[in-house]
Nanobody, 122 residues
Framework: QVQLVESGGGLVQPGGSLRLSCAAS????????MGWYLQAPGKQRELVAT???????NYADSVKGRFTISRDNAKNTMYLQLNSLKPEDSAVYYC????????????????WGQGTQVTVSS
């Protein structure tokens, strides 16, 4: 059983910062690409940023220069540093990961965390 657990959300004033974490636990061999997504009320889930196992990153235009994605492969943990937060960044943030759960035959499964709420308001 593999689980992704997010933490670090909360209420912050505009211009403030938060650091989200996503920790993978359970039985698996390694983690390939990981990503953060957000979903605002009444809207579809959308990509925030992704990171490969080698550390290559990709960001949505709306967060470039403000958010930074990173990961610690030894800890099976991914992070999202959110700076210069705006009210429109308010959403539930979800982590996602492609995890290798079998070697022979090779098998990769995709997992989602339960989400963590980020609210940016004065």
């Amino acid at each position: 059983q593999v689980q992704l657990v997010e933490s670090g959300g909360g209420l912050v004033q505009p211009g403030g910062s938060l650091r989200l974490s996503c920790a993978a636990s359970g039985t698996f061999f390694s983690i390939n690409a990981m990503g953060w997504y957000l979903q605002a009320p009444g809207k579809q889930r959308e990509l925030v940023a992704t990171i490969t196992s080698g550390g290559s990153t990709n960001y949505a235009d709306s967060v470039k220069g403000r958010f930074t994605i990173s990961r610690d492969n030894a800890k099976n943990t991914m992070y999202l540093q959110l700076n210069s937060l705006k009210p429109e960044d308010s959403a539930v943030y979800y982590c996602n990961a492609d995890i290798i759960v079998g070697l022979w035959p090779p098998r990769t499964s995709n997992y989602w965390g339960q989400g963590t709420q980020v609210t940016v308001s004065s």
